[in-house]
């Protein structure tokens, strides 16, 4: 069963960068939509960013103009590149996608997560 694995999260100071990667393991299906969400303990999970095979992308209002989402199609990974981090940015970042199976069903597959703490 296909997996996806992320990457890349550690401890940043503010203002500072870093890039999850989000790779599949075991089998590689063909993703449509990837993106990334976060979550803070006490939280509900929360769209980050996310893109579409075309490469259409949306962000959350929180991290325009600082977080870029980018995919390679042909390994199904997908990256965020996070400039200007704020303290408000911690939480673990999930990566996520989909493939649809129908106009109207599909499947999301998700990653363990990887913690991005966001401190001086």
């Known amino acids: 069963q296909v997996q996806l694995v992320e990457s890349g999260g550690g401890l940043v100071q503010p203002g500072g960068s870093l890039r999850l990667s989000c790779a599949p393991s075991?089998?590689?299906?063909?993703?449509?939509?990837m993106g990334w969400y976060r979550q803070v303990p006490g939280n509900q999970l929360a769209l980050v960013a996310r893109?579409?095979?075309?490469?259409?992308?949306n962000y959350a209002d929180s991290v325009k103009g600082r977080f870029t989402i980018y995919r390679d199609n042909d390994k199904n990974t997908v990256y965020l590149q996070m400039e200007g981090l704020k303290a408000e940015d911690t939480a673990i970042y999930y990566c996520?996608?989909?493939?649809?199976?129908?106009?109207?069903?599909?499947?999301?597959?998700w990653g363990q997560g990887t913690q991005v703490t966001v401190s001086s």
């Open positions: 996520n996608g989909f493939v649809r199976i129908t106009t109207s069903v599909g499947v999301d597959y």
């Open positions: 075991g089998r590689i299906f063909s993703m449509d939509t």
């Open positions: 893109i579409t095979s075309g490469g259409s992308t």
